[in-house]
Structure formats: structure tokens, C-alpha cells
């Protein structure tokens, strides 16, 4: 295999209020206005303030048809007039059903500190440095019960391997100055084959 084969090409798309050349250059992509049927990976940038423009819709029904993993990524979680829930209900209605692998956890003043796993009920708390995990309690546990519900069933359904293949899409909360989510979007990528 050639070098040039080996390198990931990561694509990002989304209105400007969401920043997407943040997200690029985090993650080493570029921002795109048209389709590039050879990216390994398309990452959709949402800010839930502004919602889902048009421009984005018809480039996610376009890549569609390279079945290109995706990756829906809600920026602006320290926004607290709309939020990522908000961000999910109108992907969900506009893109495709979405996958939340992990759901947010606020702290007393009512800002994102923390995401909890559906898959495993950790909590990653992300005002430590480095980020630090721990089991969540019994409360965590009854308020996200109905969403790890829908989200185990959604994943056994499709596999270990949907969002490679392209037919299972994450929503993943992102705050780059926080470091909230960067790892995970770090770990869903480590999963694509260059």
C-alpha cells in the first residue's frame, strides 16, 4: 500500500455560527462546501443556537450515496438557551436518526462538566486534568435508563462496525476549550481505515 492510500481525508461541513474550522483543525480535516466522494469521514458541526442550515441538509442526502461514515459533532454546549438535546431532535428530524453514545452531565451552575457512556455508564469528568472516570450512581443511572435503552437496542442492531460501514451516525457533544468530547470523536475516527 502507498503512503498516499494510508492518509485519513477528513471532511467538515456546517454553518459558519458552528465553527467548523475549529473542528478542522482539531482534528487535522478541512472545511468543504461540496461533497468529496474520497474523504474517509464526514463530520457535520451543529451549533444548537442556530440549528441545521439548509446547505448542510443537502450535502448529508448527498453523501448518502457513498454511504461515508459520518459523524454529527454539537458545538457551543456552554450556550445555555438551546442545548444538545436540542441539537439531536433537529438532526434527527433533518439528517437521519442519530446514535447519542453519550449524553451530557451539567454542573450546579448549569454548564457542561461531564459526559456519561450509554454503552458503559462511566462518567468522564472533564474539569480534571487529565479527564478522569468513575462509575456513575444510582440517580445517573434512572435518568439516562430510557436513552441507554434506545441507544444499546439501535447498536445491537446494527453491529459493532455501523459506523464504519456508514449506516450508524454519533452525535457527540464537543467543547474544544474544555476538551469535552475531543477524545471521543479522537476514538470514533481511530476506528476508520485510512
Keep these: 500500500m502507498n503512503s498516499s492510500a494510508s492518509v485519513r481525508s477528513i471532511a467538515i461541513y456546517g454553518h459558519v455560527s458552528a465553527h467548523p474550522s475549529a473542528v478542522a483543525s482539531l482534528f487535522d480535516a478541512h472545511v ?22 439548509q446547505a448542510s441538509i443537502d450535502l448529508w442526502r448527498a453523501i448518502d450515496e457513498f454511504q461515508t461514515p459520518r459523524l ?6 456552554e450556550n445555555q438557551e ?13 439528517f437521519d436518526p442519530m446514535a447519542t453514545p453519550y449524553l ?5 451552575t448549569g454548564f457542561p462538566c461531564a459526559l456519561i457512556s450509554m454503552a ?14 468513575r462509575a456513575c450512581d444510582t440517580e445517573h443511572e434512572s435518568l ?4 441507554r435503552d434506545e441507544y444499546l437496542e439501535l447498536t445491537g442492531a446494527m453491529g459493532d462496525d455501523a459506523f464504519a ?3 450508524l451516525f454519533p452525535a457527540i ?13 479522537r476514538n470514533f475516527l481511530s476506528q476508520l481505515k485510512s
Excluded: M
Design 173 to 185: 457533544p464537543l467543547w474544544i476549550e474544555k476538551g469535552i468530547g475531543v477524545d471521543i470523536v
Design 32 to 53: 468543504l462546501d461540496t461533497v468529496d466522494p474520497k474523504s474517509t469521514c464526514a463530520i457535520f458541526v451543529v451549533n444548537p443556537s442556530t440549528g441545521i442550515d
Design 82 to 94: 438551546s442545548d444538545f438535546d436540542d441539537a439531536i431532535l433537529l438532526a434527527h428530524r433533518v
Design 120 to 133: 458503559t455508564l462511566q462518567i468522564t469528568d472533564y474539569t480534571t486534568n487529565p479527564p478522569t472516570q
Design 165 to 167: 460501514a456508514g449506516i
Design 144 to 147: 439516562v435508563k430510557e436513552f
Design 104 to 108: 451530557v452531565l451539567h454542573d450546579d
Design 72 to 77: 454529527v459533532v454539537v458545538t457551543h454546549l
